[in-house]
């Protein structure tokens, strides 16, 4: 019988991140998950920035790993005293991926958290 690996609890890619200055979060190892998607919040005063998801097919640990910018059909903008986007990933064809948010202005605080699974036995 197979197993399925699941991430069905949440984990937290990114916990009360500081909002005014660069962030990037742990690294997360995807390659034996099917399908996820990151639950992004954020809360503050005029947080505007951008959130980007970085991918390596590289061996994670290394620091020498090449990491590349997941590109999606819009930019992830984060505006607003309070707000909350979702990004689903319908595959995961990476080793690992991680989250990075460059500030613009303003402060609050940013958490994100994963939820993953196995579709196949």
Known sequence: ???????????????????????????????????ASIHIVWSGTAPIGTLKVESTNDDASNPLAVW?????????????????HDLVFNELPFNAIRLVYTPTSGTGVLNATLSAKVVGA
Do not use: C, H, Q, W
């Not at 930019?75 to 909350?84: L, P, R, S």
């Open 68 to 84: 590349r910018e997941v590109l999606f059909s819009t930019a992830i903008e984060v505006t607003g005293d309070n707000g909350d």
């Open 1 to 35: 019988m197979g197993r399925k690996n699941v991430i069905k609890n949440g984990y937290k890619m990114l916990n009360e991140a500081d909002m005014s200055a660069p962030t990037t979060s742990n690294l997360t190892e995807v390659s034996n998950l099917d399908k």
